[in-house]
């Protein structure tokens, strides 16, 4: 299939890269690229056709039928929603295009997040209708963390209601992008047939009959020319603020071409200074090979972006690493999942260097070394075998046991520690026990597992009731998890209701201190810490301290007296859930040069932080979500009536063509139902989505409630 764009050059000087011999695709061809969106935007559905197009696929799978390729669990194909990111390979114009389409839910936003830290560039996927809307937000926001540059994609143009300029408008205005129109769209709604090319002045059609695989590229219709060339002259004057290059061809020459145009987008895309803002309607095939030529074209290369930046293992000092085949190798696992037919699967980005087959690769945070097995390119839940994967690729490696999400991979006798990737807390958890005595084993083996696979779901035993408690990020969060264990991992087990995962903290400070003395098995055991506790700014973490001398305690010990304030941090003292946000200060202490031990330290730091905790009006925490409520006009009293009986506060009100958005933050411990609720109070006509804000006091009277019960 030929492009229907040209080939964009790159201004930027790359420094000198060496490639290894036998490599099917340069460095400069290489894309690696992630999907993200709101939840029912049309992120899968856009990569299905991306893939039918670029012939990785020979049928277009749809959401909808439950047969797109990149939604390949079960319980995303019966909820039609993405779970799991997922990755693929395909090419494009003598290009290896790597995409991850990414789940819309905000309870899986850590596939997001950790797609995200080995990405190069991403497509924005919003809705023509809708436009910016909660989760948009929250994975552009992600984007800019790592300093991602995109190019925005509006989707479902053909929809009652979509309104282009305005979602270019939302985008915007919400987002704090700089994004322009490079397309417009010929007609809207049901009259959708086609874009305009601002850039090369033409015109692309899709055939129907071929599901839009034929491209038909004409003149501009002379109904819009006017609109078009304006909006050309607006494009270039928006470019050309960020570049110096196309302003000083514009002074020279006011008449602009394609190729110079598209080669200034690109250099002010790949800064992340600009977003080229593209449209179509995926569903009906139109508008895809566009959006395929903007990924070439102004979408960065590995050797486009900065080196990765990480430490050495030993002195701590900065080291960078260059995106080629003859550095020493670099990689970080980003995801953990586990495969029924080769087992533990880890997918990698490779920074520098070759990943090959067989080799021994150092992991710097268990300091040891292991074999690669297999090395494998993913497309879903399908694997190709490869001997290697260069540098600037994304893969997946078979036979290493001892590899967590964030870990870095490397050489031993270089070894680099690259950056983790931070992953949020927990918000909601309930109690999950085997149904029989032999499911038990099997039960704890398969969390395990599913541990390994989502750093944001938690496992934990309750000492007092000796319970299994599992945590995570929303209630379809779990209700997956409890899915998964029962028809993948085949594991029978009793699930309570969801609760509220709270936290601890404190208002004030305080000073305690203790002295451990006591014989054990015949020996005598003495400690004495002495700490001081002090609240920190909300999400900040905890931070210990030691601001004392050797004679005090010897520096054997304090290991001993940082586990036990960690311990005690951990289990909280109000209601056992964690302290957050305090920082620890060992003041004074004590030693006996006989008698203290590991066990005494450990036991006396425990002690003295709960003594101090307690004098500092410790406070119970909750998770406050920030929730977007779309309603109709007359049910709007009903909705804001509502949102006051659950505890929330009215952020914003936006009124839009016969609905109305309203911003509010509600504690999740008032949102369990809220589905049903709202369906309830606005006759099913209402809509929303939260995600989490942050932490906030319980009220005392309610705080009472909890610590008793």
């Known amino acids: 299939m030929s492009s ?21 695709y340069s460095l400069a061809n290489i894309r690696n690229i992630g999907v993200i969106a709101h939840i029912d935007a049309g992120k899968t559905t856009t990569t299905e056709r991306m893939l039918y197009y670029t012939g990785r696929v020979h049928r277009i799978g749809n959401v909808d039928e439950g047969t797109a390729t990149m939604d390949w669990m079960v319980q995303e194909r019966e909820r039609g929603i993405t779970i ?8 494009w114009r003598d290009t290896q295009i790597n995409i991850i389409d990414t789940p819309g839910h905000v309870d899986f936003t850590v596939e997001v997040e950790r797609s995200l830290r080995v990405l190069d560039g991403v497509i924005g996927v919003f809705c023509g209708v809708a436009g910016v809307q909660p989760q948009s937000e929250t994975v552009w926001r992600q984007a800019r963390k790592y300093k991602i540059p995109g190019v925005a994609f509006v989707n479902k143009m053909d929809r009652m209601g979509a309104r282009f300029n305005w979602v270019v408008k939302n985008i915007r205005e919400r987002l704090g ?67 110096d290059v196309l302003m000083n061809a514009f002074l020279e020459n006011a008449e602009i071409d394609a190729t110079a145009l598209r080669a200034a987008l690109r250099r002010v895309t790949v800064a992340g200074k600009f ?22 074209d102004y979408l960065p290369s590995p050797i486009e972006v900065p080196d990765v930046v990480g430490h050495n293992i030993k002195t701590g000092a900065e080291i960078t690493r260059t995106a080629d085949d003859h550095a020493p190798l670099s990689a970080l696992a980003f995801k953990i999942a586990n495969d029924s037919y080769v087992g533990k699967l880890i997918y990698a980005r490779v920074y520098s260097g070759v990943l090959k087959k067989g080799a021994a690769i150092f992991n710097p945070r268990t300091r040891k070394r292991e074999r690669v097995m297999r090395l494998l390119r993913v497309h879903a839940n399908q694997r190709e075998d490869v001997e290697q994967l260069y540098s600037g690729e994304i893969g997946a490696i078979v036979g290493l046991k001892q590899v967590t999400t964030g870990d870095t991979l490397c050489m031993e006798h270089n ?97 305690a201190s203790f002295t451990f003395e006591r014989e054990i098995g015949g020996h005598s055991h003495f400690a004495a810490v002495e700490i001081k506790v002090s609240p920190r700014e909300r999400g900040s973490g905890n931070t210990i301290v030691f601001n004392v001398s050797d004679d005090q305690i010897p520096q054997e010990f304090r290991e001993f007296v940082e586990q036990g304030l960690r311990d005690g941090l951990i289990t909280g003292i109000l209601a056992n859930y964690p302290l957050i946000d305090v920082e620890v200060v060992t003041i004074n202490g004590a030693f006996h040069p006989v008698d203290s031990s590991e066990v005494a330290f ?10 101090a905790v307690r004098a500092a009006s410790p406070t119970l925490l909750e998770p406050i979500m920030k929730v977007e409520i779309v309603t109709p006009d007359e049910h709007l009293g009903d909705v804001i009536g509502d949102v006051s009986g659950r505890r929330g ?11 109305q958005i309203v911003q509010a933050e509600i504690p999740l411990a008032e949102l ?15 809509s929303y989505s939260m995600e989490p804000a942050r932490f906030e006091p319980v009220p005392q009277n309610l705080q009472e409630s909890i610590v008793n019960r």
């Open 649 to 659: 506060r009215i952020k914003e009100m936006v009124a839009q063509e016969g609905v």
């Open 4 to 24: 229907v764009a040209e080939n964009a050059q790159s201004s930027s000087a790359a420094p000198a890269r060496r490639e290894a011999e036998g490599r099917p």
């Open 177 to 243: 992008l700089a994004a322009w129109p490079v397309q417009l769209p010929l007609g809207s709604e049901s009259n959708f047939r086609g874009v305009l090319d601002l850039v090369g002045r033409r015109l692309f059609t899709f055939d129907e009959g071929t599901q839009g695989a034929h491209v038909d590229e004409g003149e501009w219709p002379e109904e819009m020319r006017n609109e078009a060339e304006l909006a050309r002259a607006e494009l270039i004057e928006h470019v050309a603020e960020h570049d």
């Open 672 to 686: 369990f139902g809220y589905s049903t609720g709202l369906r309830s109070l606005t006759r099913g006509r209402a």
């Open 275 to 296: 977003v080229p803002v593209l449209c179509g309607t995926s569903l009906r095939n139109q508008g895809i090979q566009p959006l395929l030529d903007a990924v070439v």
């Open 602 to 611: 450990r036991s006396a730091a425990i002690m003295a932080l709960r003594e």
């Open 415 to 511: 070894p680099i520690l690259l950056e983790r990737i931070v992953f949020p807390e927990p918000v909601i958890a309930m109690a999950v026990e085997p149904k029989t005595q032999g499911d038990r084993e099997k039960l704890r083996d398969s969390l395990q597992a599913l541990v390994d696979e989502d750093p944001t779901f938690l496992v934990k035993t309750d000492e007092e009731t000796g319970q299994t408690i599992i945590g995570g990020m929303g209630e379809l969060h779990l209700e997956i998890i409890r899915d998964r264990l029962i028809r993948e991992f085949k594991v029978q087990a009793n699930v309570g209701k969801p609760t509220v995962a709270y936290r601890e903290t404190i208002l004030g400070a305080g000073t």
């Open 84 to 91: 799991m990111s997922a990755a693929t390979t395909c090419y």
